[in-house]
C-alpha cells in the first residue's frame, strides 16, 4: 500500500519539479554507498531534540527515518543549526535538509526548498507573564533574544525597535532568558509552545499575537533533481497519508492548522490514502 500511495505522490509531485538539468545524482549515490545523511535541528523540542541517551529524535528526525527506511538505506543524522545548515548542504556534508527552515525567496536561491512545504508555523515571543507586552511595540528597546541566522530577528529590530541578543542555539538563548539577560525570546511559536507545556516554564507565557504564519520546506542541493523529484515525492505522501499529523499527536502537540488542511487536501488526490 505504503509503495502505491508513494509512487502515486511522486508522479503528483513531478508537477511541481523546476530547475536546471542535474549536475550531480545524490539519490544514486546513497544507493550506492547505502547510507542517507540527513541535516535536522537538535535544539528544537519535539521537532529535533536530544533525548536522555544523546539521541536526536524528534518529528523530523522520524521523517528522515521514513525516508531512509523506503529507500532501505541506513540513516545518519547530522545536528545542524540556523546558521550552518544551508551551508552543510550546499558543502555536501548533507544529503537532505528537514530541519524546521522557513521557506523563503532568498533562501530558494541558495538551496532546493521543495514544493510542497511540509510544516508551517509563526513568530512569537516568550517572556515572564509579570513582563508587560500586550503587542509588539511594546518590544521597542527591550533586549530580545534570539537565534542567529533566524530571518524573524531582522523584522523584531528594524520594525519593533528591540535590541536583538544572539545565540547560537535555542539553548543558549533560553537560558539568557531564564538569567535575565533578556525581556522576551523572539522565535517560532512551534516551538514556544512546545517549552511553555513544560513545568520549568509555568512562569512565562506566549503574549503576544504570531505574525508572519510561514511554511517550512525540505531542502536539497541546486542541481539534484532526482533526489529533489523522490523528496517531492515523499512530502506529498506525508500530507496524503497524514503521516506528519500522527507525528505530531506521538510527540504531544495539536497538529497545526497547516498540516490539518494540507492532509485534507492531498488525501482527496490518492484514493488509496483513504483506505
Known sequence: MKTRILAAATALAASFAVGAPATADTLQNVMQSGTLTVGVKADYKPYGYLDSDGNIVGIEPDLAQDVADTLGVELELVAVV????????????????????????????????????????GTNIMARKSTDFETWDDLEGAPVCGVQGAFYNRKTSQEFGAEIVGFTGTSEALNALRQGRCAAFVYDDSFLNSRLQEDQWSDYNMPLETIDDAPWGVAVKHGEDAMARFMSGMVVHWHTTGQIVELEKKYGIDPVPFTRKMHERYRGYIPEAKK
Open 82 to 121: 540556523a546558521s550552518n545548515r544551508m551551508q552543510f548542504l550546499d558543502q555536501g556534508k548533507i544529503d537532505v535538509m528537514i530541519a524546521t527552515m522557513t521557506d523563503t525567496a532568498e533562501r530558494r536561491e541558495v538551496v532546493n526548498i521543495l514544493n510542497p512545504d511540509y510544516y508551517s508555523s
